[in-house]
């Protein structure tokens, strides 16, 4: 199982990105994105759980999370990016039974993880 994403960069606040993360090797039907910065522990953006989009609050309204069953591609459109939005974004994926108590934000219940992607905003 891969997870690769794309789409990174680095724009000035209130600019979009477009984030894509292919799976190849298995199909798993959740699938999320989590961000990191420096020191700081994994945190959930968004992500679709059984079909359905979920979302932090600090991204709800400037985010949209797809998915692509066709290309198992999982896409997240960033809109009216901030500073605070600048973070190494992972994509996520793992079963859609969560098999130690957490939900579609709990970082260990995904099984495999791509290698991350830079985004960066600058005032």
């Known amino acids: 199982v891969e997870l690769v994403e794309s789409g990174g960069g680095s724009v000035q606040t209130g600019e979009s990105l477009r984030l894509s993360c292919v799976l190849s090797?298995?199909?798993?039907?959740?699938m999320a994105w989590f961000r990191q910065t420096p020191g700081k522990r994994r945190d959930a953006v968004a992500g679709?759980?059984?079909?359905?989009?979920n979302y932090v609050d600090s991204v709800k309204d400037r985010f949209t999370v797809s998915r692509d069953n066709a290309k198992n591609t999982l896409y997240l459109k960033m809109n009216n990016l901030k500073p605070e939005d600048t973070a190494t974004y992972y994509c996520?994926?793992?079963?859609?039974?969560?098999?130690?108590?957490?939900?579609?934000?709990?970082?260990?219940?995904?099984?495999?993880w791509g290698r991350g992607t830079q985004v960066t905003v600058s005032s």
């Open positions: 996520a994926a793992g079963p859609d039974n969560f098999r130690y108590g957490g939900s579609w934000s709990s970082s260990y219940e995904y099984m495999h």
């Open positions: 090797g298995y199909t798993y039907s959740n």
């Open positions: 679709i759980f059984l079909g359905r989009p």
